[in-house]
């Protein structure tokens, strides 16, 4: 199991961005393929973007043009960066890594509102 670390949450407006990291603990990070997903009281836990450890990309496509995800296999570490945020962002946001199994973080909470 690798620990993961979320940061960056946070209260922002319409349109506004934010920028969530997860730092992971394992000396092996650039073999696992990372995420980020996210979970409101009303849905299930659903994917956002997903980076491979060949650095392929996926996007849900609700977020497609507005968010991006990256690593930096020096520092451990995934970024997520949400631009153009919408109410309907708003969810507690969960870091995955994946390789033989998966791990989770305990989720970041962002909401958009004015």
């Known amino acids: 199991q690798v620990q993961l670390v979320e940061s960056g949450g946070g209260l922002v407006q319409p349109g506004g961005s934010l920028r969530l990291s997860c730092a992971a603990s394992?000396?092996?990070?650039?073999?696992?393929?990372m995420g980020w997903y996210r979970q409101t009281p009303e849905k299930q836990r659903e994917l956002v973007a997903v980076i491979t450890s060949e650095f392929s990309t996926n996007y849900a496509d609700s977020v497609k043009g507005r968010f991006t995800i990256s690593r930096d296999n020096a520092k451990n570490t995934v970024y997520l960066q949400m631009n153009s945020l919408r109410p309907e962002d708003t969810a507690v946001y969960y870091c995955n890594a994946r390789r033989f199994t998966n791990s989770w973080g305990k989720g970041t909470l962002v909401t958009v509102s004015s």
């Open positions: 394992t000396s092996i990070f650039s073999l696992y393929t």
